[in-house]
């Protein structure tokens, strides 16, 4: 519970601080809900049917800038061409009765979809601006959702809450879902989840080259690239690991810090104590993959067990977790053990 402590501190430290307005704007017919910080996109939820699951993009750090990737629903020049299922922030996993709701995309032959599952909007419960946390600013947004086959079959109903929270600099978003077994559901084994991020390149942590980028017409060009200085991200875990190094390993939490427009920006992953899997392995890759995975264990470490969660009908199990970002200075490891343990503490 020491990590989980962490946001006690932090928050508690920054209640005294002038509160300022979080508004969550709803547009029906584009399907989003924008999320305004000060006046300044944080977010945006969007839960059309053509992304396969409800994703929140862009997402932007405290100084206006933006962290995804745009491709490939808002395609920028110098985007990696790859995994066209990693859009801005979404949570989903690659075996649930077998069926692979992560990489479910337009990508996927037809004759493959029956494979796939797609996770599936079904209503805005709630959507409020409030104050919680002893009068720190939040906004919180409700969803319903359904996780389902490709005959449409209900395998989960899902519940999430959305807290999008600011203090003194930081931003974030943390994130409690809800899953409820329609029928027996089995939760297998695989590195393909939990909650995932993508990363546009500057933040990405890498030694490989693209093989592809999308030029200035937007078009997928072969690259000969062979300067990447463009990527300054380096990874962080709570064990002090950097880099490659941490791929797969159990963490509490896991930070991103690279600079993009002459300007520092540092991020973290925060699991909470109470999820199963606890602490989540990672699944953070070089390329722009930043993801924890409480669903996955032996797919990482070949000598941990291997992960199987079985919910029988009308059985449910939640998951909570925190994003947090901020501009200019880097988070240090006892801020994010602070923070850690008030998410632990508060949620």
């Known amino acids: 519970m020491k990590t989980w402590l962490v946001l006690a501190v932090i928050f508690c430290f920054l209640l005294s601080s002038s509160a300022k307005a979080i508004e969550l704007v709803k547009n029906d017919s584009e399907k989003r809900i924008d999320v305004l910080i000060n006046g300044k996109l944080f977010t945006s939820y969007l839960y059309a049917d053509k992304y396969y699951k409800p994703v929140l993009y862009p997402i932007n750090a405290p100084n206006g800038t933006t962290i995804t990737r745009g491709y490939p629903i808002d395609p920028k020049p110098g985007d990696r061409v790859d995994h066209p299922h990693h859009i801005g922030m979404w949570f989903n996993h690659g075996n649930v009765n077998g069926l692979d709701f992560w990489n479910n995309s337009d990508a996927i032959p037809q004759g493959e979809k029956a494979k796939y599952g797609t996770i599936r909007h079904k209503a805005i419960v709630s959507l409020k601006n409030t104050t919680y946390l002893e009068g720190l600013d939040a906004a919180e947004l409700k969803t319903e959702n359904e996780w389902v086959d490709i005959n449409n079959k209900v395998l989960l109903d899902e519940e999430t809450t959305l807290n999008f929270v600011q203090y003194e600099g ?5 994130r409690t879902t809800k899953l409820t077994a329609k029928d027996t559901v089995v939760f297998g084994e695989t590195k393909e989840g939990l909650w ?29 690239i062979n300067d990447n200085s463009i990527a300054t991200g380096v990874y962080r875990n709570d064990q002090g690991l950097e880099g490659g190094n941490l791929w797969g390993k159990p963490s509490t939490w896991v930070s991103l810090t690279g600079t993009k427009n002459n300007t520092n920006i540092s991020m973290a992953m925060i699991d909470h104590p109470s999820n199963i899997g606890y602490p989540a392995h990672n699944h953070a890759r070089g390329y722009g993959l930043f993801a924890i995975n409480n669903m996955g264990s032996s797919m990482y470490v070949k000598t941990d067990p291997v992960f199987e969660h079985t919910l029988l009908p009308g059985k449910s199990v939640t998951f909570k977790h925190a994003f947090i970002i901020r501009a200019d200075s880097p988070f240090k490891p006892n801020e994010l053990e602070f923070i850690s343990d008030f998410f632990g503490s508060k949620f």
């Not at 930081?170 to 943390?174: F, G």
């Not at 995932?196 to 200035?216: A, Q």
């Open 196 to 224: 995932g991020l993508r990363f546009c390149r500057e933040f990405e942590d890498v030694k490989d080259l693209p093989k592809k980028l999308l030029n200035n017409q937007l078009v997928p060009t072969d690259t000969t």
């Open 170 to 174: 930081i931003w974030a978003i943390v």
